[in-house]
């Protein structure tokens, strides 16, 4: 049975199960900034810290699929504080680094307790909400995810002009310290546990996931493209076998039949389409304002700042609209400014000043708030309850997976038409007005969600 939570005891819970995950996220955005620090200080190349990014995502894309596992085999407290744990000292290892492997390690150990952390979060608040006061719930959720993208940088900045790069870890060590201490008297073990064992070879398996992803990342950048299609090939067979062993297991490690749901595959489908939407306009806009209106790179960051506190500060909004307006009008919403953003950077792309482009951004990523998270509520709510960790564990790893194939869509699509066009201002529009089409059909597929949100015993 679900442990059911109320009034302050709840207010804590939510409280310190999102101020984890809220450091987490951070965790991913600001390290960017202190790319150049990295290089001097172990003297290697971008090429070799980039892998403080890559390394990190696919360790946390092969731990998402084994969170059901875990919060179906382990009490959620201990989970919690498990995570909150590893999170901890793979800090502070980073912290400590003497040479860059080392700091690499406290990163992969980083990652492991972020990959679990992010689809059992939305599972748990999902799971101790009534269905029909979760879009109100996962709107504030949205909103601490949210805000992550603008206060990453924003913290990391402060920070590294006043300290060296190891201040960015001891932050996060002293937070996520802070939360552990919190947890022991505000986290509750919510969660029904139904004991299983373990099914290793579905865990080999899941490997194709992340290397998928490192195979579009080497394609994205246009190098070892023959080591690239062959990874991307030994990725897909690995996830064609992980496929065909989670649907004939009587206990699967993943449940993938939640996809046989029609209305939870949509949500699927849209979640995913928002998350290109917003990943594209993250890689875009930034090479747009430096190539194209010649802005610095300092300037080209802080362009894209409102756009990630107005998505932030939209996601509360979308979740009471989501409660009383039903799913098809919020997503609705939200694609049609997709589809607006896009539609105006591609026939404005020659003649946008800098203001006009901030604000076209920001258009595109605040359809994001109207999609993303009200798509996960509708979503779970047409699953069995049993199911909903298979659910978002589902659509946590089909969000990465749309991401990082529409990063790789972009960059190809825009460094093949600048080569063969004298312009680049051409070849933005044409990439712009692709993501516009493809907004077009999240738009179809949003008007064919139910008026109403759906619930479900």
Same mark, same amino acid.
């Given at each position: 049975?679900?442990?059911?939570?109320?009034?302050?005891?709840?207010?804590?819970?939510?409280?310190?199960?999102?101020?984890?995950?809220?450091?987490?996220?951070?965790?991913?955005?600001?390290?960017?900034?202190?790319?150049?620090?990295?290089?001097?200080?172990?003297?290697?190349?971008?090429?070799?810290?980039?892998?403080?990014?890559?390394?990190?995502?696919?360790?946390?894309? *092969?731990?998402?699929?084994?969170?059901?596992?875990?919060?179906?085999?382990?009490?959620?407290?201990?989970?919690?504080?498990?995570?909150?744990?590893?999170?901890?000292?793979?800090?502070?290892?980073? !912290?400590?680094?003497?040479?860059?492997?080392?700091?690499?390690?406290?990163?992969?150990?980083?990652?492991?307790?972020?990959?679990?952390? &992010?689809?059992?979060?939305?599972?748990?608040?999902?799971?101790?909400?009534?269905?029909?006061?979760?879009?109100?719930?996962?709107?504030?959720?949205?909103?601490?995810?949210?805000?992550?993208?603008?206060?990453?940088?924003?913290?990391?900045?402060?920070?590294?002009?006043?300290?060296?790069?190891?201040?960015?870890?001891?932050?996060?060590?002293?937070?996520?310290?802070?939360?552990? *201490?919190?947890?022991?008297?505000?986290?509750?073990?919510?969660?029904?546990?139904?004991?299983?064992?373990?099914?290793?070879?579905?865990?080999?398996?899941?490997?194709?996931?992340?290397?998928?992803?490192?195979?579009?990342?080497?394609?994205?950048?246009?190098?070892?493209?023959?080591?690239?299609?062959?990874?991307?090939?030994?990725?897909?067979?690995?996830?064609?076998? &992980?496929?065909?062993?989670?649907?004939?297991?009587?206990?699967?490690?993943?449940?993938?039949?939640?996809?046989?749901?029609?209305?939870?595959?949509?949500?699927?489908?849209?979640?995913?389409?928002?998350?290109?939407?917003?990943?594209?306009?993250?890689?875009?806009?930034? +090479?747009? &304002?430096?190539? !194209?209106?010649?802005?610095?790179?300092?300037?080209?960051?802080?362009?894209?700042?409102?756009?990630?506190?107005?998505?932030?500060?939209?996601?509360?909004?979308?979740?009471?609209?989501?409660?009383?307006?039903?799913?098809?009008?919020?997503?609705?919403?939200?694609?049609?400014?997709?589809?607006?953003?896009?539609?105006?950077?591609?026939?404005?792309?020659?003649?946008?000043?800098?203001?006009?482009?901030?604000?076209?951004?920001?258009?595109?990523?605040?359809?994001?708030?109207?999609?993303?998270?009200?798509?996960?509520?509708?979503?779970?709510?047409?699953?069995?309850?049993?199911?909903?960790?298979?659910?978002?564990?589902?659509?946590?790893?089909?969000?990465?997976?749309?991401?990082?194939?529409?990063? +790789?869509?972009?960059?190809?699509?825009?460094?093949?038409?600048?080569?063969?066009?004298?312009?680049?201002?051409?070849? &933005?529009?044409?990439?712009?007005?692709?993501?516009?089409?493809?907004?077009?059909?999240?738009?179809?597929?949003?008007?064919?969600?139910?008026?109403?949100?759906?619930?479900?015993?």
């Amino acid at each position: 049975m679900t442990t059911q939570l109320e009034g302050k005891r709840r207010t804590a819970f939510v409280a310190t199960l999102l101020t984890g995950t809220f450091s987490m996220s951070i965790s991913q955005s600001a390290l960017s900034t202190a790319y150049p620090s990295f290089m001097r200080a172990f003297n290697v190349s971008a090429d070799t810290v980039a892998w403080l990014t890559t390394g990190f995502m696919l360790m946390m894309t *092969l731990m998402i699929p084994v969170s059901p596992w875990l919060l179906s085999n382990v009490p959620f407290k201990r989970l919690f504080q498990a995570v909150e744990l590893i999170f901890a000292v793979g800090t502070a290892l980073c !912290v400590w680094a003497p040479s860059f492997p080392v700091l690499l390690a406290g990163r992969l150990l980083e990652a492991i307790g972020v990959g679990v952390i &992010f689809p059992s979060f939305q599972t748990v608040l999902l799971t101790i909400t009534p269905q029909k006061a979760r879009g109100s719930v996962m709107g504030t959720a949205g909103l601490v995810m949210g805000s992550a993208l603008a206060v990453g940088p924003i913290i990391s900045g402060v920070l590294l002009t006043w300290f060296s790069w190891q201040a960015l870890f001891v932050f996060f060590l002293i937070v996520a310290l802070g939360v552990l *201490l919190v947890s022991t008297g505000t986290i509750s073990s919510v969660m029904p546990l139904a004991p299983r064992g373990l099914d290793w070879l579905s865990v080999l398996l899941s490997a194709g996931l992340p290397l998928t992803l490192l195979a579009l990342s080497m394609l994205t950048k246009g190098r070892e493209r023959l080591g690239g299609l062959v990874l991307l090939l030994v990725g897909v067979l690995l996830i064609a076998a &992980f496929t065909w062993r989670q649907l004939h297991l009587d206990k699967p490690m993943l449940e993938l039949r939640v996809l046989r749901t029609g209305m939870f595959t949509k949500a699927v489908l849209l979640t995913g389409i928002s998350y290109v939407a917003l990943i594209v306009t993250t890689i875009l806009m930034p +090479l747009y &304002f430096q190539t !194209v209106l010649k802005v610095s790179p300092l300037v080209s960051g802080l362009s894209l700042v409102p756009a990630a506190v107005l998505l932030s500060f939209l996601n509360p909004l979308s979740g009471r609209m989501l409660d009383s307006f039903g799913p098809r009008r919020v997503a609705a919403i939200g694609m049609g400014l997709i589809i607006i953003g896009f539609g105006l950077l591609a026939s404005l792309s020659g003649r946008m000043s800098l203001l006009l482009a901030i604000v076209l951004a920001a258009c595109c990523e605040a359809g994001n708030a109207f999609v993303m998270m009200p798509s996960v509520t509708a979503g779970a709510n047409a699953l069995p309850a049993k199911l909903v960790p298979d659910g978002t564990a589902v659509t946590t790893t089909a969000r990465q997976l749309f991401g990082s194939a529409g990063v +790789l869509l972009a960059t190809v699509l825009l460094a093949s038409l600048q080569l063969q066009m004298s312009s680049q201002t051409l070849g &933005f529009a044409l990439t712009f007005a692709l993501f516009a089409l493809i907004g077009i059909c999240g738009l179809l597929l949003a008007l064919s969600l139910p008026k109403k949100l759906q619930t479900r015993d």
